[in-house]
């Protein structure tokens, strides 16, 4: 269990020391804006809420989650009450004097080892401790793609609480009203799922109730079912009109439609699983030897559990979201931790039996019942355990090692990018008070409200006609504009390695100011940058400069006052990486400038295709680039980080 808690919790804690925002930025800044918004917008009648409302009831119904895909997910994060427990947490944590980053990380830290606890726990119920041990070894090595185990989250969070209220159940039986209340309580609050397994939780309390309630148990037992029916009716109270995401999805599409898309889905979903055990033979295998296994325990009890988890797979299929098998996805990891309880009992009572039978035939070993079939028997069995400790060693080498570096990487660089508070602070400068601003991306709107936006209107841009049309409408009322910056990934700056350098492309500009180039060396090695100059096909070296470990700071390109052409920068060491921070034209003597890169300059730069593997794509400097619908003047007014600031209306 140490062992599980340790491995799984490394797939979190390394990405968040080095990383300036939490592992997915945009469900965490969800959870985060849910925090202020407890406080600040309790009601949903501040600016950014209300204007947000207003442009979603403008565009329709339920409809609007195939033409407005952006606004109707837009309003759907902001308004519904999805983590209010874990919101009131980061909220705690935040007046006590952390960061809301930091209070939301160290939840993201914390869920882990309670996660494989909690999984230990309700597997040793079922199954034994040596069983639960084999079984929490195979779930450290597993990845659920979609419902979590190697990037935390509330819903996993609650989850375990499920797995610990089911198994205190199996063991106290009635008993355990009280503490079912209460985890029944956490669970409805802290995550939009909790509900579901509250309800589960009741379920497994009837199937496990061993005598008729007292007259307190009965006080836990209505307090319960309570608590679960406030759960499904407090939110639309206190915020009356917000939409259900799964009745959209239903109201806008049939539900032969729904199910067929979650079937694809699904059908996408299951050959992870399947492949974990190295091919459906091997899982055959695994299934049949647990499987006559059980019948030696309480199967009825395993059965139950099966049961009741298969139909919620079933029933989840009728459950809309834009990615198709969503809810199964979230479903599916305690019927796969109840499997692999199973499997885990059949290698178990493989490996007692084998022990068994050697004592005994060596025990006999010169007495006339020491029987050839004992013999075959016993070599039978020897040659199936060792096929299975072959499997688990290739499953250790493959995936404990290789697929736990994948995850480890991807926690790091999903979402690589960072998002200053000096940004959002701009809303609210002197020069231009806010008035509506129109975010172009649900992960810089979320974090924008976060941090004090949420007094000023917000708008996302339409995608269909009539999205489109409404915000040519009210173009006139937007203040300011806040989208990606060209430069997003790498925490908003230009990566360069030996094998894809950074080209930056130059119009003429005669103005007697020079090329001023930001680099950064992050590595522990000092780095020798190559500039080349290419113009009409010719590539001269312009200069090289050695980059100290940890430097950064700005070099001017000599004899750049006047020239047009491009600049390719390349690290001479292969495996060095360098960083690109910024590029303006400034006087030599300039040390400092609110601006980073050269917006509306003629300068464009060429950097690796996420959507084309090996390719690249040119991106452009311009400002109208940021809304291209909006086809107004806008000035930068803040380009550092990830995301850029445009005051609208001036040049």
């Not at 874990?86 to 869920?111: E, F, K, P």
């Not at 989250?153 to 106290?172: H, K, S, T």
Request: proline share 5%; aromatic share 10%.
């Amino acid at each position: 269990m140490l062992l599980a808690m340790g491995f799984k919790s490394s797939l979190v804690i390394s990405p968040i020391l080095e990383r300036p925002l939490p592992i997915e930025a945009d469900d965490s800044f969800q959870r985060i804006f849910q925090a202020v918004r407890n406080t600040e917008c309790l009601t949903q009648q501040c600016a950014a809420l209300s204007r947000l409302r207003e442009q979603r009831l403008a565009l329709g119904g339920a409809e609007i989650m195939h033409s407005d895909y952006l606004v109707w997910e837009g309003w759907i994060r902001v308004s519904v009450l999805s983590d209010p427990w874990a919101s009131l947490v980061i909220h705690g944590l935040h007046r006590l004097g952390m960061t809301l980053v930091d209070a939301h990380d160290l939840l993201n830290v914390l869920y882990p080892p309670i996660l494989m606890g909690a999984v230990g726990y309700w597997l040793l119920v079922l199954f034994g401790p040596a069983p639960a041990g084999i079984a929490l070894f195979f779930l450290m090595l597993m990845d659920f793609p979609g419902a979590g185990l190697n990037a935390f989250r509330p819903n996993e969070f609650v989850m375990a609480l499920a797995l610990i209220c089911w198994a205190e159940i199996r063991r106290r039986g009635v008993s355990a009203a009280r503490l079912m209340c209460v985890m029944i309580f956490i669970m409805s609050g802290w995550h939009l799922i909790g509900k579901l397994w509250s309800i589960v939780s009741l379920a497994a309390y009837l199937w496990h109730a061993d005598r008729w309630p007292d007259r307190r148990e009965w006080v836990w037992i209505f307090c319960s079912i309570g608590i679960v029916v406030l759960a499904f009716v407090l939110p639309t109270l206190i915020v009356p009109g917000v939409g259900i995401p799964t009745l959209d999805g239903l109201l806008s599409r049939s539900l032969l439609g729904v199910v067929t898309v979650n079937l694809q889905g699904v059908l996408k979903y299951l050959p992870h699983f399947v492949e974990f055990f190295k091919g459906a033979e091997w899982l055959v295998l695994w299934i049949g030897l647990g499987g006559v296994a059980v019948l030696r325990l309480e199967w009825q009890d395993i059965l139950y559990w099966f049961v009741v988890l298969g139909s919620l797979l079933v029933l989840s299929l009728i459950d809309f979201h834009p990615a198709p098998a969503h809810l199964f996805a979230r479903c599916f990891v305690p019927f796969a931790i109840l499997f692999l309880g199973v499997i885990a009992y059949g290698i178990y009572d493989l490996t007692i039996g084998l022990v068994s039978l050697w004592r005994r035939i060596w025990g006999q070993r010169l007495s006339s019942e020491n029987t050839v079939m004992q013999r075959v028997v016993f070599a039978g069995g020897f040659v199936i355990l060792c096929a299975l400790l072959d499997q688990t060693v290739f499953l250790t080498r493959e995936l404990g090692v290789k697929q736990g570096q994948q995850i480890r990487q991807k926690n790091t660089e999903r979402h690589d990018f960072d998002l200053p508070l000096s940004q959002p602070a701009r809303l609210h400068h002197p020069e231009k008070r806010c008035q509506n601003v129109l975010y172009t991306n649900l992960t810089v709107l979320l974090y924008y409200l976060s941090y004090g936006a949420y007094d000023c209107g917000a708008v996302l841009p339409g995608e269909s006609a009539r999205g489109m049309a409404w915000n040519r409408e009210n173009a006139a009322r937007i203040s300011h504009v806040v989208a990606w910056s060209p430069v997003r990934s790498h925490q908003g700056n230009l990566r360069a390695t030996g094998s894809e350098p950074v080209v930056l492309e130059f119009e003429e500009v005669k103005d007697g100011l020079v090329w001023r180039l930001g680099l950064k060396n992050p590595g522990q090695r000092s780095v020798t940058v190559r500039v080349m100059r290419t113009d009409q096909g010719t590539g001269t070296l312009l200069f090289e400069t050695e980059l100290a470990p940890g430097w950064s700071g700005w070099v001017t390109v000599p004899n750049s006052s006047a020239w047009a052409g491009s600049l390719t920068l390349t690290p001479v060491e292969k495996e060095a990486t360098i960083l690109v921070t910024g590029l303006r034209r400034s006087t030599v003597e300039e040390k400092n400038s609110e601006l980073r890169w050269p917006w509306n300059q003629g300068v464009s730069v060429h950097m690796p295709d996420a959507k084309s593997k090996g390719g690249r794509k040119k991106v452009d400097f311009s400002s109208r680039s940021l809304w291209k619908e909006g086809q107004m003047p806008m000035r930068i007014v803040d380009d550092h980080g990830s995301a850029v600031l445009a005051i609208v209306g001036e040049q």
